[in-house]
C-alpha cells in the first residue's frame, strides 16, 4: 500500500514487539517446519542458514514487501505484492477491500507469504489470514504501529482498507550468510 509519497519511518532500531511466548512459539514452528521439510530444502536450509526466532524478529523490521499467493475460485494461484509488518512474531498486512487479493482471502483464507531479499535472505511461510475489525482489541497495537511507521492513518488510505493477521501453520527463515547477514543488522548469532 505505500506509494512512496508518505514518510516512512526507517530508523535502525527496532521496538522489540515479541512477548517471551511469542519467541517460543516462533521457535517451535521454525523448528516443526524445517523438521517437516523435504530433504531438498534441508539441502538449501542448512542449520549454518537456517534462522532463529531471534533472528527472524531481528531482521523483519519495520514494513517487508512480502509476495502474498491466493487462489481465485477456480484454484488458480495468483501472486501479489503487499506491506508486511511482522509483530509478535506473525505478518500483518492490508490492501484495498476492493481488490482481488481481498477477494480469495475472503474465500478462501488460506495463503503463502515470502519476503525475499536475492539470495541474501528470506523468510517463507504458509498459513491463514484473518481480516481484523476495526474494534478487535488485537488490532489496536498493529493500528498504531502501523500510524507510526508511515505517519499517517492507513484506514484513511481508502474507502475499504483492509488489514489482515496472519497465522502461520509453516514457516522458515534463510540466509546465505547467516552470521553476516545478522552482523550487518547489529544482531548477533
Do not use: N
Not at 499467493?69 to 505478518?91: I, K, M, N, Y
Not at 488490532?139 to 493477521?165: E, M, Q
Amino acid at each position: 500500500m505505500y506509494d512512496g509519497s508518505m514518510s516512512a519511518h526507517t530508523s535502525s532500531v527496532r521496538e522489540m514487539h515479541e512477548t517471551d511466548d511469542d519467541l517460543r512459539a516462533l521457535q517451535q514452528l521454525l523448528d516443526a517446519s524445517h523438521g517437516d521439510a523435504t530433504d531438498h530444502l534441508r539441502d538449501i536450509i542448512t542449520d549454518d542458514r537456517r534462522l532463529t526466532a531471534r533472528d527472524v524478529v531481528g531482521l523483519m523490521t519495520g514494513m517487508k514487501v512480502l509476495s502474498l499467493a491466493t487462489t481465485t475460485a477456480a484454484g488458480e494461484p495468483r501472486v501479489s505484492a503487499v506491506d508486511g509488518h511482522f509483530l509478535r512474531g506473525t505478518w500483518s498486512f492490508s490492501t484495498s477491500g476492493t481488490a482481488a487479493k481481498a477477494r480469495h482471502l475472503a474465500a478462501r483464507p488460506a495463503c503463502s507469504v515470502a519476503h525475499v531479499d536475492g539470495e541474501r535472505l528470506a523468510v517463507f511461510s504458509h498459513g491463514h489470514v484473518t481480516r481484523y475489525a476495526a474494534d478487535d482489541p488485537d488490532f489496536a497495537p498493529v493500528h498504531r504501529h502501523w500510524c507510526d511507521h508511515y505517519g499517517s492513518d492507513p484506514l484513511t488510505w481508502g474507502d475499504d482498507i483492509a488489514f489482515y493477521r496472519y497465522r502461520s501453520t509453516w514457516m522458515v527463515g534463510y540466509a546465505w550468510k547467516r552470521a553476516e547477514v545478522l552482523a550487518e543488522a547489529g544482531l548477533t548469532p
